[in-house]
């Protein structure tokens, strides 16, 4: 079967990676996709958001499957088209993917079926969002309503930093028209962990957890990025935490996407914060996460199609799951500058060298190729992965593969796997 891959990063390289070990693919598209991909699939110049684009491509070059990796296609309605041209495609609706791109609708939601978050407040005007903050406790959450790559949430510590985030995003529109409403939440202390599960609206299954670095600078300092760093299993979500977020958190979604008439069938993220009180939703994605499935998909025993397929079929149930019993931890290798202004076109050495290395997968984000060289071409360039007996052999494979490659102003964290507090 022929299977194309909507999107060009990261995530999309991982995708395609594991799809191309599935007995029943014999052809891989992706569009836009990157310098790496284009080793393993054929890349077309389609943007991930020409909705009639890559649907008219599907058609005219019978794809059997299109897998609709990114947030924005999802958020626009491209299964919806698919769906309708009778094309087979992975991922939810966009009456479904709105779990994502309105930050209200999912804390309403959420707020309704009684599944736990964080207090919160929406605005969409800054004087009462000013008012509201005048007196609240601090630090305090101010998010983006919308889809703004992974960065549209400002903790701010005092009043002063809250008003300017305020400002920032719903007058200088950092976040474009993802700032149009705000939600401002409850700041809780604890330990974010990630949970990918798929779910075809009658049943979910979770995949194995991970932890996500989001900060650019070692310690969790700076500015958010969409990731700079990922690991698998995460050090504290036990058997316990399991069995509560089922109960108390992913069953309930899943049932509330239903009875919203919204059913939701795909990869349903869920990024969780394990708390003192207990734990929480901080957000959903409708997507697989980046770099997080840079980790989880490594330790997938098995076959991705055949349960992507299950699951557009509505028979996930029928399916066994299983996973590695190895860690995985990926480190992201970005340009010097991300996730502000940074160069383009530098020359990438040492991925090879880096492959080389035991159990280790050099995931392209932001790369082009030419001739048999890669360049730079976005801000996180490199997701270097590696699987290792235990989370720390994990990373100190990982790191040491980095420590193999280089290009111009190259920049990583040097903490990924570290517990984080």
Same mark, same amino acid.
């Given at each position: ?64 499957? /299109? ?63 000013? %008012? ?13 309503? !919308? ?43 604890? /330990? ?6 798929? /779910? ?31 690991? %698998? ?27 919203? !008439? ?15 009180? !207990? ?87 932001? /790369? ?9 071409? !976005? ?5 270097? %992965? ?36």
């Amino acid at each position: 079967m022929k299977v194309l891959i909507v999107g060009g990063g990261g995530r999309e390289h991982a995708l395609a990676h594991k799809i191309s070990q599935s007995k029943k693919v014999d052809k891989i598209y992706c569009a836009p996709g990157n310098g790496g991909i284009s080793q393993i699939a054929e890349c077309v110049d389609i943007k991930a958001t020409d909705i009639k684009g890559m649907a008219d491509f599907a058609q005219n070059a019978g794809i059997d499957l /299109t897998v609709v990796a990114q947030d924005d296609p999802l958020a626009l309605g491209m299964v919806d088209e698919f769906e309708k041209r009778g094309l087979a495609a992975f991922g939810p609706k966009k009456d479904a993917a709105i779990i994502e791109s309105s930050k209200v609708f999912s804390k309403n939601l959420m707020k309704k079926y009684n599944i736990p978050t964080a207090d919160y407040m929406v605005f969409d005007n800054k004087e009462d969002a000013a %008012s509201y903050l005048a007196d609240k406790e601090y630090p305090i959450v101010i998010k983006a309503e !919308g889809l703004a790559l992974g960065k549209g949430v400002i903790i701010a510590q005092s009043y002063d930093e809250a008003k300017n985030a305020v400002d920032r995003i719903m007058d200088e529109r950092i976040f474009g028209n993802a700032g149009d409403r705000i939600v401002i939440e409850q700041f809780l202390s604890g /330990t974010e962990v990630s949970v990918l599960a798929f /779910t075809d609206g009658n049943v979910i299954i979770p995949m194995v957890s991970a932890q996500d670095h989001k900060k650019i600078y070692d310690g969790d300092k700076g500015p958010n990025t969409g990731g700079m760093g990922a690991f %698998s299993p995460s050090r504290i979500y036990d058997r316990e935490a399991e069995k509560y977020c089922m109960e108390k958190i992913f069953v309930p979604t899943m049932r509330a996407m239903n009875a919203e !008439g919204r059913k939701f069938k795909g990869v349903l993220y869920f990024g969780l914060i394990i708390t003192d009180k !207990g734990i929480f939703v901080i957000e959903y994605n409708c997507r697989f996460g980046d770099p997080e499935a840079q980790v989880v998909l490594p330790r997938l025993k098995g076959d991705l199609v055949e349960i992507m397929l299950a699951l557009t079929e509505e028979r996930l149930s029928d399916v066994t799951i299983q996973w590695d019993n190895r860690a995985a931890a990926c480190v992201v290798m970005a340009s010097g500058g991300y996730p502000g202004e940074y160069s383009k076109n530098l020359k990438i050495y040492g991925i090879e060298q880096a492959e080389k290395c035991d159990n280790v997968t050099v995931y392209h984000a932001g /790369t082009k190729k030419a001739g048999n060289d890669f360049y730079t071409s !976005g801000g996180r360039v490199l997701g270097v %992965s590696a699987l290792g007996d235990t989370l720390d052999e994990a990373v100190k494979k990982a790191y040491d593969a980095v420590g193999r490659i280089s290009f111009e102003n190259a920049y990583y964290r040097r903490d990924i796997g570290n517990p984080v507090k």
